[in-house]
């Protein structure tokens, strides 16, 4: 196992495997994600164009098993921006870390405070003060809820994360059990950066 800082041409050659994990892993339960390579492609596109973006790679061997991902948070204005309408934060001063993704079998070794450590040292040498991200909000009895899911809510607090009051964003996709694409609201969680 080794754990790569991706940036840059690395970062690109290194999305087509992104989005085939992303498609596996958010497949399951709470995201329920019954993704395609087109619409990965489009919703990628971000990190091809911004010079800050960081891909933290997981790699057993020559296979990525998992990755996070991040860029600032003005190369989502258009997705996010209402949900930071009402917040007292210039969206400069913000970093994105958008998905954190890792098959099944690879998961309790560490490597969720590896994709962070890694994460968080980039905004820090980018200068920005604030670390956001966000995670999909299901009820509690939804039916395809599996009865042993344990939600991040206890990880992300004790890395000093916790719900920004009233940052809620809509983002589109298809469910595995619907027919066609329906909103689902995201909730934002962010950290100030201590030096």
């Known amino acids: 196992m080794r754990v790569e800082r991706l940036t840059g041409q690395d970062l690109v050659a290194a999305l087509d495997d992104v989005a085939q994990l992303r498609i596996t892993v958010f497949r399951d339960f709470p995201y329920l994600y ?30 990525l098993v998992g990755a996070s991902t991040g860029t600032p948070m003005e190369d989502h204005a258009e997705d996010f921006a209402a949900a930071f309408s009402g917040q007292d934060i210039d969206m400069k001063d913000i970093f994105y870390c958008a998905e954190s993704v890792l098959l099944p079998e690879y998961r309790g070794r560490g490597l969720g405070h590896a994709f962070f450590d890694a994460r968080e040292a980039h905004v820090r ?3 920005r003060d604030y670390v956001a991200f966000c995670g999909v909000v299901r009820p509690q009895d939804h039916p395809l809820r599996p009865e042993a899911y344990q939600p991040l809510d206890g990880f992300w607090h004790k890395r000093g ?31 100030r950066l201590e030096d």
């Open 125 to 127: 040498a980018l200068g």
């Open 34 to 63: 019954d993704g395609d390579v087109a619409y990965e492609r489009a919703y990628l596109e971000p990190y091809r164009q911004s010079e800050d973006a960081i891909l933290v790679a997981a790699f057993d061997g020559e296979r």
């Open 161 to 191: 994360y916790a719900p920004v009051e009233g940052a809620v964003a809509t983002y589109r996709w298809k469910d595995i059990d619907q027919p066609q694409e329906t909103d689902h609201p995201l909730q934002f969680w962010m950290r």
